[in-house]
């Protein structure tokens, strides 16, 4: 099941119209999680591995009450996960790319980006590096680093940018979007997640950051991981709504909308699952 939304009101009407879908899907991934096991397989086909596979599932990243859906079901040939497998698959179906396409993808220590880069020859990975660290520098380790609010790209330079489950730690996520509507070429397509109020109009603030460089916390402190120091936390400052798609669209953009989508056949369970889409 997919659907592509681009207001609150869509996504009410949606859920609305499929609410019987949706009710089956809750008790199928019940009942998954009801077989006291923690760790168990499930069938589907894995898209990156063009594949029929097992995929593992455990309550790794959870409240070890509710299976993590979002973050699990594993391929066992790729390592890729649910939503970076169906992100995969999206990308595929959503945006026009070949081999020589300009894409930037904001990371370049993980999986999905070892999978592109076998892919697409003219991918650009980077991390963030720190707030010293000089945009499109490489360090020691060879890690490149960009800053979302003032990326080193040229103007109109990119077919895609593509980065997930980033922008929630940038306190001016606007000066993000700004950037990214101006290194994409006309036609060029902004690709994303991020945690999503799916019930909510207006981006929830959880932070902001004072004039004199401190941290105003709004709401307590939310940390998720780190993928280049695996002991630190990045800070949550913002959990998006359905404003962004009027922000983005605000900026210039002249498309900009979600994608949720749902396959037991795939390995896309959790049955609030987005990714989101923006035209230039």
């Not at 009407?13 to 006291?36: F, M, P, V």
């Not at 006309?186 to 994303?192: D, E, I, N, P, S």
Request: net charge negative.
């Amino acid at each position: 099941m997919t659907a592509r939304l681009r207001t609150l009101e869509e996504y009410t009407r949606h859920r609305t119209d499929n609410a019987r879908i949706y009710e089956k899907i809750g008790q199928l991934e019940e009942s998954l999680a009801r077989n006291n096991k923690r760790e168990f397989t499930v069938k589907g086909f894995s898209y990156p591995a063009q594949k029929c596979v097992d995929f593992k599932v455990d309550y790794q990243y959870s409240d070890n009450v509710h299976i993590n859906w979002r973050e699990r079901v594993i391929c066992p040939i790729t390592g890729l996960n649910n939503r970076i497998r169906a992100a995969i698959h999206f990308i595929d179906f959503e945006i026009d790319l070949d081999s020589n396409s300009n894409i930037y993808i904001a990371e370049q220590v993980t999986p999905l980006y070892q999978y592109l880069k076998k892919k697409y020859k003219h991918l650009t990975g980077s991390e963030y590096l720190g707030p010293d660290a000089q945009p499109g520098s490489v360090n020691a380790k060879g890690l490149r680093h960009e800053n979302a609010t003032g990326l080193s790209f040229a103007d109109n330079s990119l077919d895609a940018y593509l980065t997930f489950d980033c922008l929630e730690h940038v306190p001016d996520y606007m000066a993000a979007f700004r950037e990214a509507y101006r290194v994409l070429n006309k036609g060029g397509v902004f690709c994303w997640s991020v945690p999503f109020a799916n019930g909510d109009q207006e981006n929830i603030i959880r932070a902001t950051v004072n004039a004199d460089g401190t941290i105003n916390h709004i709401l307590p402190p939310e940390y998720h991981g780190d993928p280049v120091n695996a002991e630190g936390g990045i800070l949550c400052y913002q959990v998006f709504g359905w404003q962004m798609f009027d922000q983005l669209r605000n900026i210039g953009f002249s498309d900009a909308y979600a994608i949720t989508y749902w396959s037991d056949t795939l390995g896309y369970y959790n049955r609030d699952q987005f990714l989101f889409f923006a035209v230039k």
